[in-house]
């Protein structure tokens, strides 16, 4: 299940090559210090993000369509935005449901689509402010004694530029009877036009 994107105001890029996907800020927006635990039980903070490009989405492994569509999607175009940017490249998956998905499950979840992935989380006191932050919501079901409750969150795919502020966020493209879903090919369009203004 996917909720709506919460955007705040941002100041759009004037290059009209940018497709409708994405929302980019021209001068990049501040990221909050923040802390979370990736697949292997290491620290991560905003260090892990300095030099690189970082794609972030969040999900969690028992999502039972937006999310591993959206990692096959993103682990099928990560090879090919390697070489558009003189920097590394990062895809981070943010669980927001870490009652169940622990290191473990996240390591074999990720490993699935792609081992280079980072996948992270924490407890809410944590991915409330950083989730918040990037612009993006999501929210849990009031019983989480079931077995298989599920977690609503946005499907959109933010972009942390080098220098560790938010560029872009990529909204997914609703089509009647489809999954609301980040569209690849657009996403690497925009991402090559963001990195060679960067």
């Known amino acids: ?26 001068e990049g927006r501040q ?9 292997h039980g290491q620290a991560v903070n905003k260090t892990n993000l300095a030099g690189k490009w970082t794609l972030i989405f969040l999900g969690y492994t028992y999502c039972p369509d ?16 390697l070489p558009l940017a003189d920097e590394p490249v990062q895809v981070m998956f943010v669980s927001v449901d870490p009652q169940r998905d622990t290191s473990e499950r996240l390591k074999e979840y990720v490993d699935y689509f792609n081992s280079d992935f980072m996948a992270v989380t924490n407890p809410h006191k944590d991915l ?16 989480t004694s079931q077995e298989n ?9 933010v972009l942390i530029a080098p220098d560790k502020t938010i560029k872009a966020i990529f909204k997914p493209e609703s089509k009647l009877g489809q999954l609301a879903l980040v569209n690849t090919t657009l996403l690497k369009q925009d991402f090559e036009y963001i990195v060679d203004d960067y």
């Open 149 to 157: 409750y599920a977690v609503d969150h946005a499907s959109s795919v």
């Open 31 to 39: 990221l909050a210090e923040f802390s979370l635990t990736d697949q």
């Open 1 to 26: 299940m996917v909720a709506g994107v919460a955007f705040s105001v941002m100041t759009y890029s004037g290059n009209a090559s940018y497709t409708s996907v994405a929302k980019v800020y021209e």
């Open 128 to 143: 409330f402010p950083f989730v918040r932050n990037l612009g993006l919501v999501y929210s849990m079901v009031d019983d």
């Open 66 to 81: 937006v999310c591993p569509a959206t990692l096959a999607r993103l682990a099928n175009l990560y090879p090919k935005l």
